[in-house]
């Protein structure tokens, strides 16, 4: 039997060997693009770090087995020109795979370290949350003057706290960003949620009504409650009154995450502190909580009443009096067992 000499049949038919291997790396290259790879659950966990290269991408992809070739998936983001759209990210890879599937999957972006701020908390508890998120950061130290590129500094003093402008909200961190850049997030957020609702009221003074905004978030639970208190606050600035706020006495005792916001009457009288409302006359230095979007409006909207006293009954819901006798005299109805 004449043993094919391979040599020989190129020289005789260049192009069907040409075409033969054009073929095979057709074939070869769909079978690597889109024959899936089947991962079972739980999967593979694959992170992708902001600013990460294509190649860098790609081949941890191989590594993990995820893809067959980091070349074939790099090839493929270009010709279809999603290279650029690659999001950083927490992925968990399971199922049928293959590159399109991938592709779609890093567009659609990962989770990074996600982390929910409710309304209402200072920004200890917040320093205390992100912490124990593994989002090492020190918030004290930080002024809004740290941030020459924020619009907050159009209309806010560039030597207050971050106190107050930590929006509330569901945040997506990553480990490689620096402490600026998270303080950055919630700044451009408060700036995005709330810095509208001030510049509607431009006649206002904007951190005093923050000031309010924060003690209101604590003292009412309903935002018509919110609104009446708000104007209750002005009354007793107007006539010089002490605002003589519970919360802004908790708030001194505020150290770490959860913040204890009961106050006994003895911490009233005994603590000397420029939050104590009981014993100092005007708002405290700073805000006490960092407020939502209802405690803003109604800060900046009060209802005019002739009210100067307030408490809240076990449900929440706020009671008004007019005077300090029928002030005492809410007290023991609805406070007193």
Known sequence: MEIIDIQKLIKLYPWVFLSLVL????????????????IPEPGVSFYIP??????????????????RSAFYFRAYLVITNRHLNIKAGYY????????????????????????????????????????????????????LGDFSEIELLKYFSKDLPLE???????????????EKEVVYKFLKNFER???????????????????????????????EDMKIIAGILDNRL??????????TVAYIKCKKYPCDWQVTSKEIKTIDNPYNTYK???????????PGLNAIK????????????????????????????????????????
Not at 27 to 36: A, D, G, R
Not at 53 to 59: G, M, V, W
């Open 164 to 178: 107050g402008f930590l929006a509330p909200d569901t945040y997506e961190f990553f480990q490689e960003e620096n």
């Open 238 to 247: 107007k006539t010089k009154k002490k605002l003589e706020v519970d919360a």
């Open 23 to 38: 073929a095979f790396i057709f074939l070869y290259s769909l079978f690597t693009i889109y024959y899936p790879i089947y």
């Open 280 to 290: 100092n006359y005007g708002l405290p230095p700073t805000p006490i909580s960092n």
């Open 92 to 143: 968990n890879f399971y199922g049928y795979l293959n590159i399109p599937r991938v592709s779609e999957i890093l567009e659609k972006g990962g989770k990074g370290i996600v982390v929910t701020i409710p309304e209402g908390l200072t920004l200890v508890e917040i320093n205390d949350i992100l912490n124990s998120k593994g989002i090492k950061i020190d918030l004290k130290k930080y002024k």
């Open 298 to 337: 109604a800060s900046l909207e009060p209802i005019t009443t002739d009210y100067l006293y307030y408490l809240t009954d076990k449900s929440g819901k706020a009671i008004f009096s007019k005077t300090i006798k029928e002030h005492q005299a809410n007290i023991k109805k609805y406070l007193k067992d």
């Open 50 to 67: 902001p600013k990460s290269n294509l190649k860098t991408i790609a081949d941890t992809l191989e590594k993990q087995k995820i893809i």
């Open 193 to 223: 949620k709330f810095l509208p609702e001030f510049l509607k009221f431009p006649e206002k003074n904007f951190y005093e009504r923050l000031i309010i905004a924060s003690i209101l978030e604590r003292e009412a639970k309903f935002f």
